[in-house]
């Protein structure tokens, strides 16, 4: 039994204190405030970590402190029991009252998975990698992103039913493995959510584990058009995190859904690969661009247009290689014809959204589509009056460079702007 790894027991009872984090740091944020240092797999780890403590930053003058006692451990888990992702998430009771249950996101760098998730990582980390091999910066990294999601996305109306309450960051000291140490470990406060994250749902459902389909999903989601409303509530949710929250959770899939039985209800958790334009450089989210030839600029980008299974994009939700090719109808990964059927007839009369823009329209690959998808795409075009090019015809060359700033969901056309420095933003404790 390693005793580092094996700290987080039920039962241990963690003194905590209020934290500011660090504002996200790395990439197109503002610099990076630690020099990156790669652990090597022949050291030990705990002394990597006693070299590279948690980033410091501006003590609150008085500190909110606090207990919590754990009683469950709820992190996601490989089948060998390794953490597969993010941060430590530990079932617990504020100050030790059953009434008052909260989830603790604990962020230590000791015991952090090590791998960063980006292509060529995904499975095992490369020593070569700083991204894999600096568990302390990824601690830090995720505990920054994530404390600031949720700060940013308490406070508007239209995420408050998806995600689970925030209740501030902390810090605590724990036993270093040495006599007279301890070292600091981050940690964000969230408030319970009663269900089970869809990844785990569909994993319990596989029949064998070289399953390519999984067996019928408990009840109601063995319902299709259940889980055909749990996926258009997460469309919904991606689009408007996306457009109007400015925020990008580039790796959204199962794992981070909780599914609530109770009202088919979902809660989203885990941002730690969630791109927030708000703290980044030179904020160049598309919706900042205002085109003449868009009618209402500001209002969120088509679903039909982002999530179009013939898109040539991996992390499509309605591509059978797709985050979710185990959620959606077992009939669309034979014929993804229907997925489109499905989105049009869903997302085309609502007036939330934009209208499938012309550059989307007049893409070459919908030539290449059989006969009634063709024929959507056909009908969308008409319903705006756009000129419709004839199958194998070569129709009129639309011009597209009006296009380029907003066009692709996910900013393949952003140019990086650069910009001046962020003020700094303080998080302002809340009272559990």
């Not at 410091?56 to 029991?81: F, N, Y």
């Not at 408030?191 to 029949?207: K, P, Q």
């Not at 790796?251 to 791109?275: H, M, W, Y």
């Not at 009129?396 to 702007?417: I, M, N, P, Q």
Request: hydrophobic share 35%; with cysteine.
């Amino acid at each position: 039994m390693n005793p580092d790894l094996d700290y987080y027991q039920e039962g241990l009872i963690l003194t905590i204190q209020r934290h500011i984090p660090p504002l996200p740091f790395g990439g197109r944020y503002l610099g990076s405030p630690r020099t990156p240092t790669v652990w090597d797999s022949r050291n030990d780890r705990l002394a990597f970590a006693l070299d590279n403590p948690p980033l410091e930053t501006e003590p609150l003058p008085d500190p909110q402190v606090a207990t919590l006692t754990v009683v469950k451990d709820r992190s996601l888990r490989a089948s060998d029991g390794r953490i597969v992702a993010g941060p430590r998430l530990l079932a617990c009771f504020y100050n030790g009252d059953p009434e008052r249950e909260c989830m603790a996101q604990i962020y230590d760098g000791v015991n952090y998975p090590l791998h960063c998730g980006y292509i060529g990582c995904d499975v095992e980390p490369r020593e070569d990698c700083t991204e894999c091999m600096d568990c302390m910066t990824r601690a830090d990294l995720d505990y920054s992103l994530e404390a600031y999601t949720y700060f940013d996305l308490r406070n508007r109306p239209e995420f408050a039913d998806f995600l689970p309450r925030y209740y501030g960051s902390w810090t605590f000291s724990r036993p270093a493995g040495r006599p007279g140490q301890s070292r600091p470990v981050r940690m964000n406060l969230l408030g319970t959510v009663d269900g089970e994250t869809m990844s785990n749902m569909i994993a319990n459902s596989l029949s064998q584990r070289d399953s390519q389909r999984p067996r019928p999903l408990p009840k109601p989601y063995d319902d299709v058009e259940v889980r055909l409303s749990v996926l258009r509530q997460l469309i919904e949710l991606d689009n408007s995190l996306w457009w109007n929250a400015e925020t990008w959770v580039t790796d959204f899939g199962p794992r981070q859904v909780i599914l609530c039985e109770e009202d088919d209800s979902v809660k989203l958790i885990n941002f730690t690969r969630a791109r927030l334009y708000s703290c980044m450089r030179g904020n160049d989210h598309p919706n900042k661009y205002a085109n003449d030839d868009i009618a209402e600029p500001r209002k969120p980008e088509s679903p039909i247009e982002m999530y179009w299974p013939f898109r040539p994009s991996s992390d499509n939700f309605l591509r059978a290689d797709g985050p979710f090719r185990y959620w959606i109808p077992e009939t669309w990964i034979a014929d993804p014809e229907l997925a489109a059927q499905w989105l049009v007839d869903t997302f085309q009369s609502s007036s939330k959204y934009q209208a499938p823009s012309d550059f989307f329209l007049n893409l070459e690959y919908h030539k290449k589509l059989k006969e009634p998808t063709l024929d959507l795409v056909i009908s969308l075009r008409a319903a705006q009056q756009l000129d419709i090019p004839v199958r194998g015809g070569k129709g009129e060359r639309v011009d597209t460079s009006s296009h380029e700033k907003v066009r692709d969901a996910r900013g393949v056309y952003s140019a990086f702007l650069g910009g001046a420095e962020k003020t700094r933003r303080v998080l302002v404790p809340v009272v559990l």
